[in-house]
Structures are given as C-alpha cells and as structure tokens.
DNA sequence: GGGCGGCCTTGATCGAGATCAAACAGCCGC
DNA sequence: GCGGCTGTTTGATCTCGATCAAGGCCGCCC
C-alpha cells in the first residue's frame, strides 16, 4: 500500500466564487467548458447542464487524490475539465496496472453498476464536474440521445483499451515508451484536433508510466535517456518532453 | 500472413431449411436463440427478433474464418449462436494479439463506425445471426432500449478488457495459463450463471491461447505441462480439460 | 499403407527486462 | 545552509520467457 501524496482534498471552497455561480442561472459545467471545449462540456450539451446547473460542483483535486477507489460504491459522476486521471487495478500482492488515462472533457464513471471496478486517482492536478448519480440517471432515462453520446465515449474507450492490449501484450520496452509518448502527444492537445503536440508535460511519474506499460520505472529512465541519447526527444526537468523527431518517434511505436 | 486454415466459406446454404424458415412469420434468431438463452437472442427481444426476421440470416462459418477485416468496411452485425470468435489486431511485422473473445450470446461488430478496427476471426466453428447494418441502425433509432442493451454489454466488454490489461501487463506466464483457463470455465458455461465449469474442451489453439495472453505457443505448452503435472488439471486429447482443482486453479490466477 | 502437414511437446541456449544497489537532483521546511 | 524526502538515473547481476531445434502424435489424402 503505497501512501497518498497528495491528500484527497475535496476543496469545493477552492472554486473562489462558487456560491455566486450556482446562485445565478449559468451553468457551472458550461461556463468553465464552454471556452476549452467549443460549447459542449464532454457529454453534456448546453440544454442538459442547465437542467443539472443547480446539482453539479466543480471540485479541485491534487495530484494523487483518490478519487473513486475500486469494489467501492459509486456516488456520483464526473467529468473531467483540466488535468489527467488514471484507472487502476491492484493484485492482491500490490502489483498494479493502469487500465486507462481520461483527459478533459472525459466522462468518469462507469454507469449502470453498483461498485467500480477500477481505482481512480488524479494524476496530476484536476477539475472535475461532478454530478450526482441519480441525477445523471434520472435526466439519462428521459434522454436517449445523453445515453447515445456516452455511448460513443464508451465505444472509444474499447477501442483504446484494445490498442492497448497489442501494446501490453506484443510490444518491447522500446516499442512501449515510444508508444506512451505519441499517444500522450496525440491526448494532450488542448484543441483536440488529434494532431500531435509537440511540446509538453508528462502527467505521470516514472513509476506510473511503468504502470501503464507492464514495465519497471527502470525500464522507462533507461528507454527515456536512450530516446534522448537519439535525439528523438529532449527532457528537461524530469517531466517536460520536446519531441525533436515525430516521424522517428511514431517509427519506435513498432 | 498465416494462411486460413478453413475456407471462409458462407455456407448460407449449410441451413438444411433455412429458406421454409424465413417464409414462415417465426423470427429466426429467435427460434433457434430462445431455447438456449432463455427468450432473448443476444441483445434482441422477442419484438425486435420480429421485426427483423425478414432480414436476418442464419449463418455458419467453419473455425478459421474471416467474419470481418481491421480497416474494412462493415457491412452486416451478428450475434454469435454458437461458438467462439476471437477478435485480433496485427502488427505490421505480423506480431498479433487477441483483444477479445466472444462468446455465445455475444453481439458482435463496432457500432457507428465505418471500418472495423478489429479482425474477427471464427475461433471454433460458429453459428451468426446475421442483420444488415442499416437495418439495425434503423431499429436502433427508435428504439433507445436496444441501444441501452447494446451498452451494457459494451460496458461488460470494457470492464473485461481492462481485466485483461492487468494479465497481459503484470503477471507470469503461469498465472496467464492460468487465468485463460478459468476465463475460459468461466464463459463456456452454456447456462451463462457465471459458474465455473470442471469439463471443456479449449476453443482455441496452443498458439492462439499464446496471442491471447502475450507470450509464446512453447511457453504455453510448458505451463500446461505443469498444471498437468501437479494435477490441477488433466488434459485428454490436446483439446479436451478436466479442472480437477478449481480452487487451486484459482490460486494460481495471480 | 505410407507420406505429409498441422499441431503439440520437450530440451538447450540466449537475451531483454527485472531486480538489487548506489548515488544524484530538485524541493521544502527548519 | 542543511537534512530529509521524493523522484530519477545508472550500473551490475540474475532470471523468466523467447528463441532455436528436434521429435512425436494424429488425421487426411494419395
């Protein structure tokens, strides 16, 4: 059991100015989405945020807080505005593996069942929306287009969770941090285009990248210099990634 | 490129009466689904079935079979009847993996998306409900309850394959054998209550089993060895399990 | 029957990545 | 400045599973 870096703080007060949001008839979640997301926060649309405008919090989390903890029961749903989150799995004997990274403007959340089956945690600084369980299933049974958008989340979700699997399963340690970083390149994009970026932080420890990839944080120090040692990419200060070969790094993907 | 063992053969005409079937007003999945999955084929209901009796087709396909191609187009969805298809993706340089398997009453095929981003592949010789994409997507429309069911089960596969992500990611060969087994036990189960089964025969290759959990056909082979040799299984014909120990079984799962 | 092709098993050796170990950099509070 | 803490890098060694290789079993076709 690893300890908790950061405590799970649910500074709802660290929003400034909550009270003066909810009080007035803009919806929180569109407010801060609206601008970062061209006018639809993650799966909710203009008409659905007003509707839970008065039962959604945005909720500040640092890096490490848990934010949903597996075989635990799931009260409310969120979706993520800022930040990265990562679902885990834990074996009895403490192994563990992320099975899968949500960025903004992800729904979290599995629906349609008591308990998650996945741990999850902030892995860097985030905002969150959250809404009420029964209140996203209350407006979700009324509106099968809500359903039908999450659908489509869900649906690319499988189908990372498939890349995935190839990369996890078939893949060498080269092969797997070249990976790791063009799909972080390709994620982290704000505007989303699925353009890589090519200038960025990575949200995840050395240990963590070695989570998500079946590996030792060892591994991925010596396959990072190694990439850096080729000129591929450039680190400075542990986290900060310049990529200075796309095409050579999308190459190692193997 | 492994050539195909069996023939894709659409053996549309291997139905010995399919033709007096469809002239007659009883749906076909149904008939040949209701008895073995208690009034519901897959994901349809005994309207739904009605509705679409006209257009389905009933087909088999030997184990081997190409059902659907990564980056091709779909033209049609299914529901396994009987059997098991595996669902792979390929690496340029051959490399493959298994990122599912579906199993009977199972639907298959990705929902709105032009191209299959899988190839599907009749594991053991299966039996498909065939119904044209745009007549499902017809259904679909209209009818927001099909559309929920088609979610659950979307979700069930993720949180399977996010199950998978911890085998292939973090544990030994011996706990993969292992736990391949008891998925398999645990999924043969022609009466779906989740309960494991002590007697069954593998429907899939040493060598598939290998690109199912990330390793090497040899490897599999010596772990099987092993579960024989400490007999938490027997093995009769390459093909057939005796579970002489579950639980020990279930031990060795990691 | 005999030969052939799939599929499986077992043995010998090799190497990629794990493990063990040491040291270093950045950051914070004192 | 200094010590402690977290996260990272790098080196040395070991080990599990891959690779290379040979042989066995079984069904099928000539």
Redesign the pocket.
Known sequence: MP?K?GAAQETESAMTDRKDIHNSDVPVLCQSCEARHKGMCGVLQPDELMALSKITRMVKHDAGAELAAEAQPIESYANVMRGVVKLTKTLEDGRQQIVGLQFAPDFLGRLYTKESAVTAEAASDVDLCRVPRTALERLMADNPALEHRLMQQTLRELDEARDWMVTLGRK???EKVASFLYLIATHLDPSHEGEAVRHFDLPL???DIADFL??????V??Q??KLRADKVIA?T???HVDVIDMARLKNRCG
Chains 1, 2 share one sequence.
Request: no cysteine.
């Open positions: 300890a870096q060498t340690a080269a420890t050395r240990g079946g590996l030792t944080l060892e591994t120090s010596r990072l210099s680190i200060g542990n986290r």
